[in-house]
């Protein structure tokens, strides 16, 4: 990944034709330069964080996938279980 780069000199005159201070104007810029450096080098480990993290709520999502689909085998068996039960005894009496 390419670093972005801020010329820190075309943005200081800039700020000082509008009226900025030199020093303050030379500041403002270094400190946009250090900004923008320091987040083009940390995107990199965010970007893994996040995928770390998507691929762990895939994981919990077929997790929770999976239990669902038990519990809604186990509701129909007991379903049908008590529904034989019923026809049972419906058919006693």
Same mark, same amino acid.
């Given at each position: %990944? =390419? ?8 943005? #200081?005159? /800039? =700020?000082? #034709?509008?009226? %900025? ?10 400190? %946009? ?6 987040? #083009? ?9 996040? *995928? ?10 077929? *997790? ?7 519990? =809604?085998? #186990? ?7 008590? %529904?034989?039960? /019923? *026809?049972? *005894?419906?058919? /006693?009496?």
């Amino acid at each position: %990944m =390419l670093a972005a780069v801020i010329d820190t000199l075309k943005v #200081s005159h /800039k =700020l000082q #034709s509008v009226g %900025m201070p030199r020093k303050q104007a030379e500041a403002v810029a270094e400190v %946009m330069a250090e900004t923008v450096a320091d987040r #083009s080098c940390k995107t990199p480990v965010v970007v893994a964080a996040l *995928r770390g993290d998507v691929i762990e709520l895939k994981t919990t999502s077929s *997790r929770i996938e999976s239990l669902l689909g038990k519990i =809604l085998e #186990s509701q129909i068996v007991l379903h049908q279980n008590d %529904m034989e039960q /019923k *026809r049972q *005894r419906d058919q /006693k009496q």
